[in-house]
């Protein structure tokens, strides 16, 4: 199938890779010259477990190609996929002058039948507004539907591949048949792909992320009322995690959720719910609790220094918003950071992939270390805010050595807080009990 996919960030070019991969005739359209230039030579803008491979492999068989020729891309396409960003706009809805951009730019060039497939993260009611743009500009017949993304990133080319299902809102029984058959290749094990209509397939998306970044808020909570009651977070979860009705994903109390979905997608909902009179009080409670824990880490490196922060060295690693990613959007590293630095302590970091995304919000402000001990180098504090492998397992002797004072601030909760105290660190984890 001839397929055009208008915008190469993570999901345009996941999906535009994956779709190449499974035999199709992809053209991924962005319009951001340089990052097209990029791809062309298969360097990869983003890091991403398993893409590059995958680029690399379907452009040289020719499956695969990269334009900043958005038009044309479309002109010859039977099924065009809305992959560009939706950011939140000041009252917290989601922006979608990028989508509605994309959409004239398909109506500009639609001389033939084609199927419209919005793939970012819209609010209901996006895909006839999509519909009204395109056919603005022309007077054959498009199908609109719904296509929502669920991959993780740093798993995305794995979540893409083989999901746990494939979500299509559908306007007709034509689309239905094309798009069952364009990803049935990623459900060959049985996983459904469930049609549905449009308004439920868009809200089935921001409500799988609302869902998600709740129980997260939810045990950033419980695992603060540990704190306080002298309970460990981590047998609670294993203990309401073994329930089957509750289960064990997503149950990580953590420094707060970031990334490029959850929070713009909490807020969107929000501002949806209370444009329609039908507000979200919870989520607005999940927003409140997120933004307070992406406080966490200062607030507990600034108590063990009585707030007196001027002139400490603190080292920090991982800035990502989540292991296997570059991508720092609304990352708990970012005010963890800054709070630092405006309280006037040195701040050292280590990211195994963010740094040349890190560069952008730190600029020189910071010290972008080459290895985790050269962070940790002559540091008053560490805190941990990514789950990186490296971070797992260190040589806690070289790091003991390294710093002038042995204090972790694990905002991930990778280690035993008894054995780092035998190893004599001070070691305050979210939620342990340290006794
Ligand atoms: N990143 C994720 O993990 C993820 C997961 C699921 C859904 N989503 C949703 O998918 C959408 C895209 O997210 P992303 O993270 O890939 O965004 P991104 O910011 O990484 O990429 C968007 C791309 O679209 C391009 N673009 C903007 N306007 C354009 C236009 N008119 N024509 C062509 N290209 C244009 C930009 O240059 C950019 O390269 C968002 O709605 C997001 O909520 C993201």
Known sequence: MRIAVIGSGYVGLVAGACLAETGNDVTCADVDAKK?????????PIYEPGLEPLIRRNQSEGRLQFTTDVGGAVASARVVFIAVGTPPDEDGSADLKHVLDAARTIGKHTTSPKIVITKSTVPVGT?????????????VPVSVCSNPEFLK??????????????????????????LGELFAPFVRTGNPILFMDIASAEVTK?????????????????AEFCERVGADVRDVRQGIGSDRRIGQAFLFPGPGYGGSCFPKDVKALIHSGQELGAPFEMLEAVEMVNERQKRLLLRKV???????????????WGLAFK???????????????????????????HDPKAVETAQAFFGDRVFYAPDPYAAAQGADALAIVTEWLVYRNPDFERLKVAMVR??????????????????GFEYHGIG????
């Open 432 to 435: 342990r009990r340290v006794s």
């Open 323 to 349: 292991a296997e990613t570059d991508d720092m959007r609304e990352s708990p590293s970012i005010p963890l950071v800054e709070g630092l630095l405006s309280r006037g302590a040195e701040v050292r970091v």
């Open 206 to 222: 921001y409500a799988a992320n609302a869902m998600l970044a709740t129980r997260i808020s939810f045990m950033n909570q419980i």
């Open 406 to 423: 042995p204090l972790i601030v694990d905002g991930r909760n990778l280690y035993d807080p008894q054995r780092l105290k035998s190893l």
């Open 302 to 316: 600034c108590r063990a220094f009585d707030d007196k922060m001027k002139g400490r060295t603190v080292a920090v």
């Open 153 to 178: 990133e740093g798993a995305a080319i794995e979540d893409f591949m083989k999901p746990d299902r494939v979500v299509v809102g559908v306007d007709s029984e034509e689309s239905r048949e094309v």
């Open 127 to 139: 895909a006839a507004k999509v519909r009204a743009a395109i056919e603005a500009e022309t007077s």
């Open 36 to 44: 097209i230039e990029r791809l062309k030579h298969n360097d990869i």
